[in-house]
């Protein structure tokens, strides 16, 4: 009887053992595609720079001058939230030092502001309202620390390292944490003024910082530093380039090349997805002189096509104001933008397809799997295969001009090429794009001049690894 059973147990362990797909390495961390996930979520920028014009604050700017009239957190997490942000990550403390958490590192908070008498706790009110209508909530901490008179020497790695314990014990879970890489060198420092140099790498012990963020918030992803669970995309403007790979390495030059920022390592040995932050203004800031420069509908859209189309997650930027709200034509553009892709995305033409492939490794990853929701199911090839292609054939001719495909990345990032192209009157012809068709990863949404379908068909070229795809839809934008 024993025996029998271990038998009956080997031969289930080889079949479905042997059907499954290896992993290419590197391949994301369950909370690294639990962030992939989360596609488009918020910067807000907010502190002394607001009431005095400035981006960067030379670290001197009086704390009586941080003075919202009508500050409203719930405001802003209902813009965002109506504007499909998954989650929000506030400026804490920028590179002026000034806290807008009741600090006991530093008088330089709105501990000495007009704001509510000093009493006031933006994080933590903004925290309230994050847990009040389920947003994430997240923290950018600037490193370095104009304001600071220890800037530079040991006093103030240890301040800021305790800045970052208050942070995670009152606050927490945050799902991101932003260690910012700007050091412009000079500054108040106490009443020095004086240029400052530091090797950032060794003088901020990232290490330590993170693990500091993680005792507290074990599963927030991390920006900047040494050790990442994201990477910049190496430029402010919202754009990832075409060619996307999630893999890096954790070399500090290399994290901090905007070049090869750009488009990630084809043999990085690290997995680090890309994150595109960019405002919705000209500035970080609110200036009034940019109120006529909020970016419009059609701006957005080709912000998002740039950064979630190619494989990125996107973090945009809201300036609260003086009155301390997200002002009402930032918030107008960006309620109607995200109206906008929830219509272009709301029907999937390729339901009710036929769909069939050129090869199949088993039956459990059978073409079909590209059409259902199930993240856990993916088309995948036979071991050894280097191209294949998908063809889908609609009930009648069908127009569109838009494609989404997803890998199946808990295997890695394997396509290195693909193509798309359509049946009409007997004829395949390439859909008209300027679009590169390399990259695909977590997603990749390909837009083209619009068709009349029967057929659609996919080409995939994979580099290493085994061909799997997650998920294909398709729409009429
Ligand atoms: C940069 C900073 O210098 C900007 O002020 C802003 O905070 C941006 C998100 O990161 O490095």
């Known amino acids: 009887m024993g025996k029998k059973w271990y038998y009956f147990l080997s031969l289930f362990l080889f079949f479905s053992c042997a059907h499954r797909p290896q992993r290419s390495y590197p391949v994301p961390t369950m909370k690294q595609l639990e962030w992939q996930q989360l596609e488009t979520y918020a910067f807000i920028h907010f502190g002394l720079n607001t009431f005095n014009d400035m981006e960067w604050g030379y670290g001197d700017t009086p704390a009586s001058t941080f003075n919202p009239s009508h500050l409203d957190c719930e405001q802003w997490v209902l813009t965002l939230k109506a504007c499909g942000m998954k989650g929000v990550i506030l400026t804490a403390k920028h590179h002026d030092g000034f806290c ?46 104009r304001h600071h008179a220890e800037y530079g020497y040991p006093g103030y790695v240890s301040t800021y390292h305790q800045q970052i314990e208050e942070l995670v014990s009152r606050y927490s879970p945050l799902f991101e944490f932003w260690f910012d890489g ?17 090797v950032a790498e060794k003088y901020y012990d990232y290490e330590k910082a993170r693990d500091i963020v993680w005792s507290h918030s074990p599963d927030a992803a991390i920006f900047g530093g040494t050790v990442p669970t994201l990477r910049w995309i190496g430029n402010e403007e919202g754009r990832a380039e075409a060619t996307q790979w999630c893999s890096y390495t954790y070399d500090y030059n290399t994290l901090n090349d905007t070049r ?19 405002s919705i203004r000209p500035g970080w800031f609110y ?26 997650n996107l973090l945009l930027n809201f300036p609260v104001n003086q009155e301390g709200r997200i002002p009402a034509i930032d918030s107008a553009n960006a309620v109607a933008w995200h109206q906008r892709l929830q219509e272009i995305f709301a029907n999937d033409l390729l339901q009710g397809c036929k769909v069939s492939a ?26 050894g295969l280097t191209r294949a292609e998908l063809i889908f054939e ?17 295997l890695g990032q394997n396509v290195k090429g693909f193509s798309i192209s359509y049946k009409t009157n007997g004829m395949w012809l390439p859909v008209r794009t300027e679009e590169p068709m390399t990259t695909i990863g977590y997603k990749r949404i390909i837009n083209f001049q619009t ?13 290493k690894g085994v061909l799997a795809i997650q998920k294909v839809s398709a729409f009429r934008g």
């Open 100 to 145: 807008l958490w009741p600090t006991e590192t530093t008088d330089y908070s709105i501990k000495n502001s007009p704001y509510k008498n000093g009493q006031g706790d933006i994080v933590g009110e903004l925290c309230e309202a994050c847990k009040k209508h389920g947003l994430k909530f997240g923290l950018y901490l600037s490193p370095w620390d």
């Open 182 to 198: 700007a050091n412009g060198g000079d500054g108040w420092y106490g009443g020095a003024n004086e240029r400052r140099s530091i």
């Open 260 to 278: 090869l920022l750009a488009t990630g390592l084809p043999d990085g040995d690290v997995w680090l997805p890309a994150e595109v932050d960019v």
């Open 287 to 312: 200036h009034r002189a940019e109120d006529t420069k909020v970016k419009t509908v059609d701006e957005l859209m080709e912000l998002y096509y740039h950064s979630v189309g190619r494989n990125a």
């Open 358 to 383: 050129s090869n199949t490794r088993a039956p459990r990853f059978a073409a079909s799997k590209v059409l259902d929701d199930d993240a856990t199911h993916y088309w995948a090839t036979e071991d």
């Open 394 to 410: 609609f009930p009648e001719p069908t127009e569109l001009n838009t494609v989404v495909i997803q890998e199946f990345i808990r």
């Open 451 to 463: 068709i009349k379908a029967n057929q659609l068909r996919l080409r995939f070229k994979v580099g």
